[in-house]
């Protein structure tokens, strides 16, 4: 029988590792793979960002492999996490997500979670992502054409992806998923407003809403 104190430390070993590695993936995309992308984009190296995108990238690494473990999910989801704090980041300084972040993330997503559904047998998960892409994609897609909150065509590129990460993992992820992103963007809108009062509007980013209540969803769903 297995020591079980000798199954946590390994539990924690190999959660810290993914946490070291999606630290490392995320300070290799930032300096050097982004920079090369989106050159206009690429900034003087400040302290401050970097050391908080790192330790996000650690935190919600750790938090995936804690939720995954070694499943064959969890390098999708991984992508999923380093490539989502970095459109956080591009969102908040430029209101902008670019296509050269968010289309490689989507393809990215759907060869990934191929794989998974290979292994684990089960092409309905896959499937239902990619049906998950398109009613996201769709209902995102109509909102900015029809309403009047500030959603632009960059939140509605990135709703297939998220669609796809979350219909994967199941109907409900996807519909929480999907609502909890309009709730959070909401919320952000009246703060800036409030914070604002009295002075010209600000435009409020919504991809990093839309990121953080997909990831929440994903790491809470069962």
Known sequence: MPDPAATGSASLLF???IGSAGLCLGLLLEHLILPRLLPRLAGPPAIRPG??????????SALLAWRFGTSAELPAYLVLAIAGIQLTRI?????????????PLLGAGVLLLAFAAAVAGNAGNLLR????????FILYLILALTSRNGLGMGDVKLAAPLGLYLGYLGWSPLFYGGALGFVAGGIASVLVVLKNRGNKPQEVAYGPSMLAAGIAVILLAQ
């Open 15 to 17: 959660i810290a590792g």
């Open 51 to 60: 050391i908080t995108t790192a330790a996000a990238g650690f935190a919600l």
């Open 129 to 136: 992502g990619l049906s998950g892409a398109v009613i996201l």
């Open 91 to 103: 969102d908040f300084l430029h209101h902008l997500l670019p296509n050269r972040l968010v289309l």
